[in-house]
């Protein structure tokens, strides 16, 4: 089954460390001019979502939102988030962790985008 985003087991290994620490969490692809386009960490509900906002999947069962804009630009690719040694975005729970998450992709496949298309 192709999923539009997916993590590596070190940005899961860093998910499981925030929710014990924050409780449910969520994210949102950033594609503002703070912090460029990190994938940013927040508690669950704390950004609000809106009509301009997709549902892309889920990762380590935490919700992986994308505006709309993005998702036109990155449609044809998945999103792999990583976690790496480094400062996350200033707004992002991973910051004070000295790990933050990045936002790695590839493109569909032929295959991929048919199976992608018939859901």
Same mark, same amino acid.
């Given at each position: 089954?192709?999923?539009?985003?997916?993590?590596?087991?070190?940005?899961?290994?860093? !998910?499981?460390?925030?929710?014990? !620490?924050?409780? /449910?969490?969520? =994210?949102? %692809?950033?594609? $503002? +001019?703070?912090? #460029?386009?990190? /994938?940013? +960490?927040? /508690?669950? $509900?704390? &950004?609000?979502? $809106?009509?301009?906002? =997709?549902?892309? $999947?889920? *990762?380590?069962?935490?919700? =992986?939102? !994308?505006? @709309?804009? %993005?998702?036109?630009?990155? @449609?044809?690719? %998945?999103? *792999? !988030?990583?976690? *790496?040694? #480094?400062?996350?975005?200033? &707004?992002?729970?991973?910051? /004070?962790?000295?790990?933050? &998450?990045?936002?790695?992709?590839?493109? &569909?496949?032929?295959?991929? @985008?048919?199976?992608?298309?018939?859901?």
């Amino acid at each position: 089954m192709v999923q539009r985003v997916t993590a590596t087991d070190e940005a899961l290994e860093l !998910i499981r460390s925030l929710k014990e !620490i924050h409780g /449910p969490l969520m =994210f949102h %692809q950033s594609g $503002g +001019c703070c912090d #460029g386009s990190s /994938p940013m +960490c927040y /508690p669950r $509900g704390e &950004f609000r979502t $809106g009509d301009s906002d =997709f549902l892309l $999947g889920e *990762i380590g069962g935490t919700p =992986f939102y !994308i505006s @709309k804009d %993005q998702y036109e630009y990155w @449609k044809h690719t %998945q999103l *792999i !988030i990583d976690a *790496i040694d #480094g400062r996350g975005g200033m &707004f992002s729970l991973e910051g /004070p962790e000295g790990k933050r &998450f990045l936002t790695r992709s590839r493109v &569909f496949t032929e295959e991929e @985008k048919k199976e992608l298309s018939a859901k």
